[in-house]
């Protein structure tokens, strides 16, 4: 296992990236077959769902995330709360505005 | 004599190469937070619109090639692999087998842009783009799914360009022994980029081609 890990802490593994690589594409055709169904007001939280599970698989394995030091995932964390702040602060706006709609 | 010339060569030498990655690829990160901010803007652009017309997008939504998205999808994603097997395969010092999966990586950026070009001239030519002959009869809300979905792809898509033009410095570099694996820095940097690239489709996709309601 020591061979598998390079000194800055990324899998130098291929059999793991590609096992990655086959969930995506997984991920991938489970989301499109999806669309096809109706979900009503579940469709788009599991678009989202799907999309957002994509996204951690890219980051934590092919973007070393997993493997790399802590800042890094505090720096990710404080950027994801940040726009989730702005998401929710517009929503507020758009929610209660009377003039719209 | 020449013993103590050849330490002071390999400390000046040393002195002269010393690189901190780690610091290096923090700053790739700030820069990444700052197109992730850049593209997060048009996200919540996207979803308000969404919001005050979700019949409008859900029905523009069914006009988009579903074929061509999911073609793209599974393209980037394999070039994100191919990319990481390149960078894997140069730290195990297999250059060839760098070199070619490198490359291989390009050819998916290059199809995925060429599939883009063939998806846009298709809505161009039903006269779909802005102040385009059909938009003017669209309602509202799907002249802003077009809108969001030109400006959101567009630019996308220049940061396809822009990553594809990182990987031709990086094949000059690796074929000139200027990134080895002792050296692999930028590279990894630049995989880090086609990665928030590949993220931000993956993100794209089903909000352009596959939320219809019913």
């Known amino acids: 296992m020591e061979n598998n890990k390079s000194h800055t802490g990324a899998s130098l593994n291929y ?34 769902a799907i999309a957002v599970a994509k996204s951690v698989m890219v ?9 790399d030091s802590k800042i890094f995932k505090i720096f990710i964390a404080v950027c994801i709360v940040i726009f989730l702040t702005m998401i929710v602060l517009t929503f507020f706006d758009l929610t209660f505005r009377t003039d719209i709609k | 004599m020449s013993n103590e010339s050849e330490i002071i060569v390999t400390q000046n030498s040393e002195m002269h190469i010393h690189r901190d990655d780690e610091a290096s690829k923090i700053g790739m990160w700030l820069f990444l937070f700052t197109e992730l901010l850049l593209f997060g803007g048009m996200f919540i652009l996207y979803a308000a619109y969404r919001f ?62 060429v599939n883009k070009y063939f998806e846009w001239s298709a809505k161009i030519q039903h006269g779909i783009y802005p102040k385009g002959p059909e938009m003017a009869n669209l309602p509202d809300g799907e002249v802003m799914f077009y809108g ?12 396809v360009l ?28 630049s995989g880090l980029y086609w990665h928030l690239v590949d993220i931000i489709w993956i993100f794209l996709f089903p909000l352009f081609y596959l939320i219809h309601a019913y």
């Open chain 1, 15 to 48: 059999g793991l990236y590609i096992s990655v690589w086959l969930g995506l594409i997984a991920l991938t055709m489970t989301t499109v077959a999806l669309s096809g169904m109706n979900f009503a007001s579940l469709t788009v939280p599991i678009a989202i």
């Open chain 1, 59 to 67: 980051a934590g394995y092919f973007m070393h995330v997993k493997f």
């Open chain 2, 52 to 113: 005050m017309f979700s019949d409008a997008f859900s029905i523009a939504s069914i006009r988009l090639d579903r074929i061509i998205g999911s073609v793209n999808t599974i393209i980037l994603l394999t070039s994100s692999l191919t990319v990481v097997l390149s960078i894997t395969a140069l730290k195990r010092n297999q250059k060839k087998f760098a070199i070619f999966l490198l490359l291989f990586t390009m050819i998916c950026g290059l199809l995925f842009l």
């Open chain 2, 148 to 159: 969001l979905y030109y400006v959101m792809t567009g630019l996308h898509g220049l940061h």
């Open chain 2, 162 to 189: 822009v990553g594809l033009i990182f990987f031709t410095f990086i094949l000059i570099f690796v074929l000139k022994n200027k990134i080895t694996s002792e050296n692999i820095q930028k590279f990894e940097n």
